[in-house]
């Protein structure tokens, strides 16, 4: 969780291994989709125990706006190898797991604007 001693190393080692051993451009976008919605399932179990502050929603907030960008990066590189068949697939994905989170969304894009 956000805030734990060990996060920091789940979120900067072992996460960016997972994509980084990724063998191909579809299953790093599906990696950051991943993470991303990992990022909102953690900001949600925060504020369910009262343990979601300001300093960490914006800490979540950034990590998931991050995933998203590299998300949307490895999508550019299957355009432009005209891989569309895998960019509906992995964007569909990406929008299903998005789509379970909106609450949490409206609230960290609320809180990260002010």
């Known amino acids: 969780m956000p805030g ?5 190393i789940k979120t900067n080692i072992n996460e960016k291994l997972k994509v980084t051993l990724a063998l191909t451009i579809e299953e790093k976008a599906e990696a950051e989709a991943i993470l991303a919605t990992k990022r909102l399932e953690e900001t949600e179990a925060l504020a369910i125990k009262g343990k979601l502050n300001p300093v960490l929603i914006e800490e979540t907030s950034t990590a998931f706006k991050t995933h998203v960008d590299n998300f949307e990066k490895h999508l550019i ?22 789509a379970v989170h909106t609450t949490i969304l409206d609230e960290i894009e609320s809180t990260a604007g002010n």
Do not use: H, N, P, W
Request: charged letters at 35%.
């Open 4 to 8: 734990d001693l060990l996060y920091l």
């Open 77 to 98: 590189e299957l355009d432009e190898k005209a891989k569309f068949d895998s960019i509906k697939k992995i964007g569909v994905l990406f929008q299903t797991r998005i």
